[in-house]
């Protein structure tokens, strides 16, 4: 299976999918001018790896991972970016940190607008995520994440809810200052704070007033 026609196939998928509009073998082959088998091929890996499944009389859609199969995807995430972080900022150069810095620039610009959307947030939010795991030097590590980076996306495009101006007390710009610091240990730290408390985030926009019972339960 060509990497290239993967992450082809992925990103349509994440982009129809989210957006509810039907996927198919043969809609996503006309698109990318291939033939249905290597496509097949493709959907059938991304439905082993959790970002899809087929549903009866629905066909192929995004799948909606449980509450604790993305509270387990978070807690991974946090630990594994928070190695992606520590590579990084042994090595960092000053091409990677502006563009972190226009990423974080543009994530402040796209919050503090009007009629922003959930959607857009998300993507750029997630777009400084992965700069940092794309620089970070190792590939089997970027493989992965960017994996669960999809999987949280796609959950979180298709719940329909509108954005809400959330509070960090580890924004990005936490995480950036300690990567152009060189720092890797508070690169690391700040990152996986970051993570948790987005996911501390994500369980309260879920659960409401419960969200305190599944904290407890989960030991934070």
């Known amino acids: 299976m060509k990497n290239n026609l993967l992450e082809k196939v992925r990103k349509i998928v994440v982009k129809e999918g989210s957006s509810h509009n039907p996927l198919s073998e043969e809609k996503i082959a006309h698109q990318l001018g291939v033939s249905r088998t290597p496509i097949r091929e493709v959907l059938s890996h991304l439905e082993e790896e959790g970002l899809l499944e087929r549903r009866h009389k629905k066909g192929i859609t995004l799948k909606e991972p449980s509450l ?11 630990v594994l970016e928070g190695l992606a972080a520590r590579l990084l900022a042994a090595e960092i150069d000053e091409k990677t940190i502006d563009e972190l810095k226009g990423l974080c620039q543009n994530l402040k610009r796209i919050t503090e607008s009007k009629n922003v959307t959930l959607s857009e947030v998300e993507k750029v939010d997630l777009a400084f995520h992965q700069k940092i795991v794309e620089k970070c030097g190792n590939n089997r590590l970027r493989k992965v994440i960017n994996n669960f980076h999809l999987i949280t996306l796609s959950f979180r495009l298709t719940q329909k809810k509108e954005f809400k ?6 924004p990005h710009e ?33 659960l409401g007033p419960t969200a305190l019972l599944v904290k407890q339960k989960n030991g934070h």
Do not use: C, M, T, V
């Open 68 to 78: 604790k199969e993305l509270i387990e995807i978070y807690d991974l995430r946090a």
């Open 174 to 206: 936490e995480i950036l200052k300690a990567l152009e610091n060189k720092g890797p240990d508070k690169a690391e730290l700040a990152i996986r704070l970051h993570i948790q408390e987005g996911k501390e985030s994500f369980i309260k926009e879920i």
């Open 165 to 170: 101006k959330r509070k960090f007390h580890f």
